[in-house]
């Protein structure tokens, strides 16, 4: 393997969950330095219920402000609803979430397991009929902090179908980050079992048990050449409990540079936007890779 595309979620994984509210005019710099470090794939914002997420209910400011530039990049559409509002903004690229399990349904979508495929089919349909592209990503595939392990049949019984509604990518999330390296390989190997083939998988990882980095390994050993990243390690999700940052994408291209793999990504060019937004939200990146490159500039 000598390639990997890197999708950057931090300006909507990784703000979604913040605290404080981040200016418009910061969050479309953040997306700007992105792009302009190398990153092919930078998810901007999310069209959901502004009460759910407040943190990007400036999402029509940003992708207006991004002008065409935006419109080239993915953002989160649950419902027919959203889908309204970034076709007014001539959106191309959008992805809807769904749940692998019940509980998470209901608390991050209002919908039961069946009920949120019932939302996502108008949506995706029209949105296919309007030649735009859809990712689908699918929650808690390694485990759910109300349910458990999940089993890998209906992990791979929701992927499939949430695939097959027409999209083009299927991300399996380890929302709460509990999946280990043995879990991923398995899991992938589901999937193909079912007959996905492994250029439509991209894989998600949050760090909160400090497996990212392993599970992507695991994952690109397994033949995946997509990853989720955040720069920085931003990231978490506001309905799901004990969520934490995403893997970053700092640490996924310094290991992907030591196995010689190109991601086009300029790797300072990210540490000094991660350095430069964790000024803006008062706090250092969790990111070793962020700390160590960040120390041996000064
Ligand atoms: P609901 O309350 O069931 O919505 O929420 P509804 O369909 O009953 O509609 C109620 C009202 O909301 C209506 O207005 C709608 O128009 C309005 P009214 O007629 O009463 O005046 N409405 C909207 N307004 C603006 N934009 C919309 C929208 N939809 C309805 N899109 C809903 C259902 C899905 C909207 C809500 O549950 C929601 O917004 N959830 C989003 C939660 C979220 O964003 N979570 C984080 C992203 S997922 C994630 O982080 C995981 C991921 O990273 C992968 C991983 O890590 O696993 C992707
Ligand atoms: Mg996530």
Same mark, same amino acid.
């Not at 992907?256 to 010689?260: F, Q, T």
């Given at each position: 393997m000598s390639e990997v595309t890197i999708y950057e979620v931090g300006p909507r994984d990784g703000l979604q969950n913040e605290k404080g509210v981040i200016?418009?005019?910061?969050k479309v710099e953040f997306i700007q330095r992105l792009l302009a470090a190398g990153l092919p794939i930078v998810e901007a914002t999310s069209f959901v219920h502004p009460k759910w997420v407040p943190q990007l209910a400036d999402a029509a400011e940003v992708m207006a402000a991004l002008g065409d530039a935006g419109r080239d990049l993915?953002?989160?559409?649950?419902?027919?609803? =959203?889908?309204? @509002? %970034?076709?007014?903004?001539? &959106? @191309?690229?959008?992805?809807?979430f769904g749940s692998a399990t019940e509980t998470f349904?209901?608390?991050?979508?209002? @919908?039961?397991?069946?009920?949120q495929f019932a939302m996502f089919e108008p949506t995706v349909a029209r949105a296919r009929a309007a030649g735009i592209d859809v990712r689908a990503y699918v929650s808690m595939c390694f485990g759910d902090p109300w349910e458990g392990a999940v089993p890998v049949d209906q992990v791979v019984g929701v992927g499939k179908r949430l695939f097959d509604l027409g999209a083009s990518e299927l991300s399996l999330g380890d929302t709460?980050?509990?999946?280990?390296?043995?879990?991923?390989?398995?899991?992938?190997?589901? $999937?193909?079992?079912?007959?996905?083939?492994?250029d439509d998988l991209a894989m998600h990882f949050h760090d909160t048990y400090g497996q990212a980095l392993a599970n992507a390994y695991s994952a690109l050993q397994a033949? &995946?050449?997509? $990853?989720?990243?955040?720069? !920085? !390690?931003? !990231?978490?999700?506001?309905? %799901?409990?004990?969520?934490?940052?995403?893997l %970053?994408?700092?640490d996924l291209v310094w290991m992907?540079? =030591?196995?010689?793999i190109e991601t086009g990504v300029d790797l300072d060019a990210v540490v000094t936007t991660s350095v430069w937004m964790a000024e803006h939200l008062g706090r250092p990146s969790p990111s070793a890779v962020v700390r160590a490159l960040a120390q041996s500039d000064s």
């Open positions: 200016a418009t005019e910061v993915p953002v989160l559409v649950p419902n027919e609803r =959203g889908l309204d @509002r %970034a076709l007014e903004l001539g &959106v @191309r690229h959008i992805a809807v349904a209901q608390k991050n979508l209002n @919908r039961s397991l069946d009920e709460i980050g509990v999946g280990t390296a043995g879990q991923v390989k398995d899991l992938i190997a589901a $999937f193909t079992d079912a007959g996905m083939q492994l033949g &995946v050449t997509t $990853f989720d990243a955040s720069a !920085g !390690g931003l !990231g978490g999700c506001p309905y %799901a409990k004990s969520a934490t940052g995403n %970053a994408t700092e992907l540079r =030591g196995l010689g």
